[in-house]
């Protein structure tokens, strides 16, 4: 069987829903970015599977590397937000920082 | 195709943007020179600000697709990023006045800088009409705003409030870019004008057209916090530092709404140019359903949880929860009216929101509370202060004569020129509901402790007049608003090119 744009589709739907799940059940912080990590590449291999089947212009590799670059971005700055709540709260457990509500 | 005269055309109406980056390496730089000032970055930002305010204003009229239509330069977005502009001015003033920023820094350089990479972020998205654009240009504006509100990052909750921004922001621009790679493969195209061809030659499965719809609105909606993508507000408003909660409230609202419409009129719908007729939809979905209930439930638990706040910072945060269910009323319409009702209500929605907390961050400075119990005998302690609070409470409620009653006036107006009756009805129950929670302040001020023993507080004259400032346009612009009315309608027309 020759593998196509479906298959791809599968996967990155697969992934999506795995890192979603991931973000909402688990505690630790870099669990959750971890998480994070999953749905963004999930979204890169569509992008990379229509632009290869679908017979579309170069636009979705270039959509793909802009991804890449802004989530390294994002978690650089994530992880230095969840290092400083280690300093003020000596745990990175999500569920456990929760002084403000209402 | 791009070519070199586009180029040339480009680059000259990018001026204002170029300003900003310019003004972002100087407060740097300066910053690290003058050592001996600690605001030197922020008064370098105003004058970048300034300049790039001229060269915004010297684009009037300009109507063009930009690097080979990346951005669009028209008169709706310099109308909104002119309100950007406008509010980053004055939240760098507020900050020179902000004990809670200068107790917990030495150097205040990098949160200028931040600020000033932020509303460069704004600017580009108010402009994007690529789908990688919106998203690069989401993510510049958001990576500031998150080191933006956690600051001050010995306060705890500073810090709190900065993860669970991070987190809701990173889950929501990661389901909007899922969304933007199921519509590139829809259609082919990242471009909104070729998408929008494309929607308009072509058939095209409705079912992954509305959840990929859907799902590029979470990432909208997280920046105008709309229900059900609201959640980070009340604790990120809570916990970030007050320049920063008004900040968000105001500039990241209008920068959101600014790519919703866009995204909607030069995206999804056939657009009829110079006429008010509402647009024409795309792809057999119902938009204008989707739009509408997302409104109504946005501003009915905004009303409804602001009831019992007793913070002032988290009350303001479920007030502007429902101040975006209003603007998202007149979005719903998606007509050129209800663009030009979402400009008015923006410009009133700037002033008395970014005064009422101004007031908040100066009794925060004096009484270190921002607690609701703090504004008893407020009328008394400082009668300047409580009289503007009563105006801007009384103007985010939307009463007459003040300038909020013009904002909702039109945005109702706009909602029932289109025959959406039940929505109208919907809005103004919420605003008489909103009325308790606001009024609660004001009975606070003036009904509260009169007979206190509790001293006058001083407030230094510059801030009491930063204070009017905001407050007199407030009550002006609620008798006098035909410019402002003028300037909205002639800035409806977002540009679809052909």
């Known amino acids: 069987m020759e593998i196509g744009l479906t298959h791809y589709l599968v996967i990155s739907a697969i992934l999506f829903s795995l890192g979603l799940y991931g973000i909402i059940t688990r505690k630790h912080a870099i669990m959750v970015l971890m998480g994070l990590e999953l749905v963004l590449n999930a979204a890169n291999i569509n992008f990379i599977a229509f632009a290869r089947y679908g017979g579309m212009n170069i636009e979705g590799h270039i959509a793909a590397i802009f991804v890449i670059i802004l989530a390294a971005a994002e978690a650089a700055i994530a992880l230095a937000i969840v290092l400083n709540i280690y300093q003020n709260f000596r ?6 920082v929760d002084n403000l509500k209402g | 195709m791009m070519d070199i005269s586009d180029l040339v055309k480009s680059i000259s109406l990018f001026k204002p943007e170029t300003t900003l980056i310019v003004t972002f390496l100087l ?24 300049i790039a305010g001229f060269f915004l204003f010297q684009q009037t009229g300009a109507n063009y697709k930009a690097f080979a239509s990346l951005l669009v330069v028209d008169s709706f977005g310099q109308f909104l990023k002119f309100i950007i502009l406008m509010s980053s001015l004055i939240i760098i003033i507020f900050s020179f006045f902000s004990d809670e920023l200068h107790n917990a820094h030495t150097k205040l350089g990098e949160y200028y800088t931040l600020i000033i990479g932020m509303t460069f972020g704004m600017f580009l998205l108010v402009g994007s009409a690529n789908l990688i654009m919106i998203y690069v240009a989401i993510e510049t504006m958001s990576i500031s705003s998150y080191v933006l509100a956690g600051y001050t990052k010995e306060v705890k909750r500073a810090s709190e409030a900065s993860l669970k921004y991070v987190i809701f922001g990173a889950i929501s621009s990661g389901i909007m870019i899922y969304g933007i790679s199921m519509l590139f493969g ?72 600014a790519v919703l419409l866009r995204f909607f009129k030069t995206g999804l719908l056939d657009s009829i140019p110079g006429t008010s007729e509402a647009w024409q939809l795309l792809g057999n979905i119902d938009w204008h359903y989707v739009i509408a209930v997302l409104a109504v439930l946005t501003m009915t638990l905004g009303n409804l949880v602001a009831l019992w706040q007793t913070n002032m910072k988290r ?26 009702a979402v400009l008015i209500y923006f410009f009133f929605y700037m002033l008395m929101n970014l005064g009422a907390f101004f007031v908040v961050q100066l009794v925060a400075n004096k009484l270190n509370s921002e607690d609701i119990e703090e504004y008893n005998g ?106 402002i009315v003028e300037w909205a309608n002639y800035s409806m027309n977002i540009f679809v090119g052909n």
């Open chain 2, 27 to 50: 407060a740097m730089m300066f910053d690290m020179a003058i050592k001996k000032s600690k605001n030197i970055a922020g008064y370098i930002a105003i004058a970048g600000l300034v």
């Open chain 2, 315 to 340: 009350l303001l945060a479920y007030s502007s929860i429902a101040h975006a269910g209003y603007l998202m009323m007149a979005v719903s319409v998606m007509n050129d009216n209800g663009v030009s």
């Open chain 2, 186 to 257: 829809l259609t082919g195209s990242l471009n909104l004008f070729e998408i929008n061809q494309f929607l308009a030659a072509n058939k095209v499965a409705t079912l992954p057209l509305l959840l990929s719809g859907l799902m590029i609105l979470s990432g909208f909606g997280y920046k105008i916090s709309a229900v059900p993508f609201h959640f980070w507000t009340p604790d990120v408003y809570e916990g970030a530092p007050v320049t920063i909660t008004a900040y968000l409230s105001v500039a990241s609202k209008a920068a959101g709404f």
């Open chain 2, 378 to 483: 407020l009328g008394y302690r400082s009668p300047v202060l409580a009289v503007c609070m009563t105006v801007f409470l009384i103007s985010l409620t939307g009463l007459p004569p003040t300038s909020g009653f013009i904002g909702k006036l039109y945005v109702f107006s706009s909602v029932i020129n289109s025959g959406y009756i039940w929505l109208a009805i919907v809005g103004v129950l919420n605003s008489v509901v909103s009325l308790y929670y606001y009024v609660k302040i004001i009975r606070n001020m003036y009904l509260r402790d009169v007979e206190s023993t509790k001293s006058k507080l001083v407030f230094s004259p510059i801030t009491i007049a930063i204070v009017l400032m905001l407050a007199i346009p407030s009550l002006l612009f609620g008798v006098y608003f035909t410019p």
């Open chain 1, 91 to 96: 745990h990175v457990n999500v569920d456990e």
